[in-house]
């Protein structure tokens, strides 16, 4: 998943050759928004450790059609929508649906969740006003990304395999709490600066 990857990106590469939305990459990230509902329906089902192999054959795909798009010159405005929609549906299910099973605080999954609503509805809210940014992801919204994705995968991993490292998830839980907190505060800051006087 592309670190920091909460917005649409405005793309300026070249489109896909002969303006063709239909690409292995664009392909790719359908397949890996259609596995979210899979992926919510096993760990609702008590399959964590398939859920785990899902979620990781995401992050691997995501890593695929990002290199396709760049090496097959495949990139297109499609692509840079469905990419962070499929990243972002992802990981919100998943923290959802692992906290409504208790494997991860409740409070965390609201916390995630209302940090992308906000993040979007700053975005929305700047548009309106006719300031719309130019969406750059931030070092902090980029460690933010990776610890989100290694807390989802470290959570999925310990619960579906039966392993205890209670220590180890309560770090990496307050860390992703902790980068949740501080890149949302960044993208507000950033938001009321463009504010229109």
Known sequence: MPEGAD???RVTEAPAPGGLYVTLPNLITVARLCAVPATVWLILHGRLDLGFGLFVGAGISDAVDGWLARVRNARSALGAI?????????????YVTLAAVGVLPDWLAILVVFRDLLI???????????????VRPLFVSKLNTTMQIGLAALALALAGFQLSAPDLLLATIWA?????????????WLALRRMPV
């Open 7 to 9: 917005l649409p990106r």
């Open 82 to 94: 469905l990419d962070p929609l499929a990243d972002k549906t992802l990981l919100v299910s998943v």
């Open 120 to 134: 979007i509805g700053g975005f929305l809210m700047l548009w309106v006003l006719g300031a719309p940014p130019v």
């Open 176 to 188: 992703t709490a902790t980068s949740t907190l501080v890149s949302g505060a960044a993208y507000v």
